[in-house]
């Protein structure tokens, strides 16, 4: 692919922060428009926009760092590179949920309605940000012999260069993207407060756990269990979302059922 856009003299810019930006933009346009149509004034809607970028960018990097410790002790320069990839959408949706909860106490806000407005922005955000992996050759899949197995070989590139691997990048991609349009869906639909980020957790953490069955790089392994930190961190937003729906969901049929 194309780890790097352009260079003007010592500057290079990195096709992964350019799609990561993109990402992030065009997350914080979905969150605005839909605030609009939901009651939240703009500024409050780019206030948090910001919280959550500081945050999102802080967690989601120090997740790989901890998964990939072996390679950053010996490097630990390398850390603050994320110019060539390296980002755990998980680590960084668990510090945005820490950050937002100190937020929104503070500002007296409803968790379930904020989640709901920012559930959509966040899963077509992170799916753009997706194709910067892509680029940069992060994220990479296993080896395949399917039709679709992409060959990396720009001598920079992150991926292992001169055998077909599966498109990880793109599979979360297009997941993210699917997952955006049935968002929207829901919001349309909304029964009660916290469903469209519920069902945001249930088919985030399920899409994540079916792409990485296919990743191909070093994924951090827990010891004694087979099963990676990013792996375990998703079956328990998998778990916590199968959980809140339950909860939710008899507590408005309770309101709504007739005295």
């Not at 919280?51 to 990939?68: C, D, F, Q």
């Not at 997941?175 to 639909?189: A, N, W």
């Not at 909304?190 to 990485?212: D, P, Y």
């Not at 990013?230 to 049929?253: D, M, N, Y």
């Amino acid at each position: 692919m194309f780890p790097d856009l352009f260079s003007i003299g010592p500057l290079t810019i990195h096709t992964y922060g350019i799609f990561v930006a993109l990402g992030f933009t065009t997350g914080i346009l979905v969150a605005v428009k839909l605030g609009k149509m939901q009651g939240f004034p703009v500024q409050q809607v780019v206030d948090m926009a910001f919280i959550m970028i500081v945050y999102a960018i802080v967690g989601s990097r120090a997740m790989y760092v901890v998964i990939n410790l072996s390679y950053y002790i010996t490097r630990p320069l390398d850390i603050i590179k994320i110019w060539q990839g390296g980002l755990v959408f998980s680590g960084g949706l668990l510090a945005v949920a820490l950050a937002m909860a100190w937020y929104l106490r503070r500002h007296h806000l409803s968790f379930w309605n904020v989640g709901d407005l920012w559930a959509p922005a966040i899963a077509l955000g992170q799916g753009i940000g997706r194709i910067g992996c892509f680029m940069a050759g992060c994220c990479y899949g296993k080896p395949t012999d399917l039709p679709w197995g992409v060959v990396f070989n720009r001598p920079n590139s992150l991926a292992p260069q001169g055998i077909p691997l599966h498109p990880t990048q793109v599979y979360e991609f297009l997941s993210g993207v699917l997952i955006f349009l049935i968002l929207l869906i829901i919001t349309t639909k909304k029964k009660f407060k916290g469903q469209v980020f519920v069902w945001f957790l249930i088919l985030h953490s399920t899409a994540r756990l079916l792409a990485e069955r296919f990743r191909g790089d070093d994924r951090g392994m827990i010891p004694w269990t087979g099963i990676t930190a990013t792996q375990l961190l998703a079956v328990l937003i998998l778990l916590s979302g199968v959980v809140a729906l339950f909860l939710l969901k008899p507590r408005h049929e309770k309101k709504a059922s007739p005295a």
